[in-house]
């Protein structure tokens, strides 16, 4: 299944994505409610009521507030390489802001004050229900979906600060989509094609096989100290190919359009505009 939160001139809400439409949830639980229950989810999309064309519609973040919402940085063993630093031996995580939080579609606002705003696709997953002190082999169970995110960047401000939140939370500078694509659909995310473009040229390109850390890793890792709530998201970090790490170094303009792509979840595409 593909779930999608969608608004129409009618209001918004939730439903499932079909084909190039969306079929709404009419009544029951909220999406977050259901997210862990893959019956409940299957009882909702046959009562689901008529399709609305996705065009006709605009698609919002699948996950506008999760309980945690986190990065895993140099997770990619060809990034670390391009960044300059070595492989982690633990995963390296930090919370990002959820008022970055932004739609497929919607515009990527440039702040004045800096130059050098970098692109990052990632893989995230999506938790279905509370997990703690998970195994790894176990960790799949909490799985509820995955979506995909841009982890934009301010690289200069990055750079000059120990912390990495506030230059990857901006406002506008973690748009997340299309939609979440459910774990039984998408099925091994451990090799996925992950690829992003900028006005159309091929920028990253790459596997999770390429992960240092993979999915299962990564939910149990942070399970042991935080319990991860329903809708939690963590992000799994970028391959190669980003900005900073070019000869010479490439940063977002205002005008540029950002598409991203991951297999078996889809496309998500942006704007930039100087805010
Ligand atoms: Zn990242």
Redesign the pocket.
């Known amino acids: 299944m593909r779930i999608a939160r969608f608004r129409t001139d009618r209001g918004s809400g939730w439903g499932f994505v079909d084909g190039d439409t969306v079929r709404p949830v009419v009544r029951g639980p909220g999406l977050l409610d259901a997210l862990g229950d893959l019956d409940t989810l299957r009882e909702l999309e046959q009562e689901s009521s008529d399709p609305i064309p996705i065009g006709e519609s605009e698609l919002l973040a699948p996950v506008p507030d999760p309980p945690q919402f986190l990065?895993?940085?140099l997770n990619y063993r060809a990034h670390a390489a391009e960044s300059g630093a070595p492989v982690p031996t633990s995963p390296v995580s930090f919370p990002f802001y959820n008022s970055s939080i932004a739609g497929p579609g919607d515009p990527i606002l440039l702040p004045p004050f800096t130059d050098e705003v970098d692109w990052?696709v990632?893989l995230a997953v999506v938790i279905g229900k509370p997990a703690r002190d998970v195994a790894v082999e176990d960790a799949l169970d909490y799985v509820a979906g995955y979506v995909i995110v841009n982890?934009l960047?301010a690289r200069d401000i990055q750079m000059s600060e120990g912390q990495w939140s506030r230059a990857?939370s901006f406002d506008t500078f973690k748009p997340m989509g299309p939609w979440i694509t459910t774990a039984d659909e998408l099925g091994d995310a451990g090799d996925l094609d992950i690829e992003l473009w900028v006005n159309g040229v091929l920028k990253q390109s790459s596997s999770t096989s390429d992960l240092i850390f993979n999915v299962p890793q990564l939910v149990s890792h942070m399970s042991q100290s935080l319990t991860l709530g329903a809708g939690a998201v963590i992000?799994t970090?970028?391959p190669s190919g980003v900005g900073f790490a070019r000869t010479p170094p490439e940063y977002l303009r205002p005008g540029d359009v950002i598409t991203l792509e991951i297999e078996g979840i889809g496309r998500l595409t942006n704007p930039v505009e100087a805010g």
């Open positions: 990065g895993i940085g990052e990632e982890d960047s990857k992000s970090g970028t």
